[in-house]
């Protein structure tokens, strides 16, 4: 089959992705991970270059420009019912909160610099009555304890240019929080279906509970989990409200154009 040069790669994503993620639930396993493979191959091939980016300078962050400046920015590429495309741009030292992608389906390529990703997966639906949580450190007020989950932290990667995307599924790595690392980073972002209020898709914030025994014994730990970054880690949720540190500013998206 002859390669299509002239079609941009970006394209060729988007086109991908909507054939991928359309009638997902309908079609045979089969089907769906060799589209699914197609999609993953054509991402692992973009490059800043694909959607006309490149690294900036580190600006710093300190003075009133700083302040006024988003950490993070996000560049809209295309959306449809079925899934949505764009570019994140993450400041030096930036990061996005913990969060979630409820029902999706997702794909995280970075374009350049690198980016430290720690996956998660809640345990249950929320906070049993029969469920025995630990004493946090500080403590948490009781009308919260129902905004309270189990979790595993799946994983903890970094991910360069070079690298695979980072994958999440609505049962797998669902949860996760993202770091710029030595410096700006910039990944393509693929969400399917995309965020929806309406259809029940928000975007809800967590933060990692810290116990008081995990307190008493935190310099031990921690040295021996920096040492198996592959072992899963049972931890416990805390659903909370937009960090007031984080929020995402807009800008234009100077790659080809897209039309799915």
């Known amino acids: 089959m002859p390669r299509d040069n002239k079609t941009p790669l970006i394209q060729k994503i988007a086109k991908q992705a909507c054939t991928t993620f359309r009638g997902l639930e309908s079609s045979a396993n089969k089907v769906v991970e060799d589209k699914l493979n197609e999609l993953i191959s054509l991402v692992t091939a973009v490059r800043a270059s694909d959607v006309k980016i490149a690294p900036r300078k580190t600006k710093s962050s300190s003075g009133a420009a700083g302040l006024q400046s988003p950490p993070v920015t996000y560049m809209h590429i295309c959306e449809t019912e079925v899934f949505s495309m764009g570019v994140f741009l993450l400041r030096s030292g930036a990061s996005i909160p913990l969060h979630d992608h409820p029902g999706m389906n997702g794909m995280l390529k970075v374009l350049y610099g690198k980016v430290n990703v720690r996956c998660f997966d809640k345990l249950e639906q929320n906070l049993a009555v029969t469920t025995v949580p630990p ?13 309270v989950w189990r979790a595993v932290l799946r994983s903890v990667v970094e991910y360069s240019e070079n690298s695979g995307p980072c994958l999440l599924t609505p049962v797998r790595d669902n949860l996760h929080q993202i770091y710029a690392v030595d410096g700006p980073a910039a990944f393509l972002d693929i969400l399917a279906p995309p965020y929806n209020s309406d259809d029940g898709r928000d975007c809800h914030y967590y933060k990692v509970l810290q116990s008081a025994l995990e307190d008493e014994t935190d310099a031990k730990g921690h040295q021996e989990q920096q040492g198996e970054k592959g072992k899963e880690e049972e931890v416990w949720l805390l659903e909370i409200p937009q960090p007031e540190d984080f929020w995402c500013g807009g800008e234009s998206y100077p790659g080809p154009a897209v039309s799915v």
Do not use: E, G, I, R
């Not at 004493?135 to 905004?147: A, E, I, N």
């Open 135 to 147: 004493v946090f450190d500080p403590p948490v007020p009781p009308l919260q304890m129902t905004s």
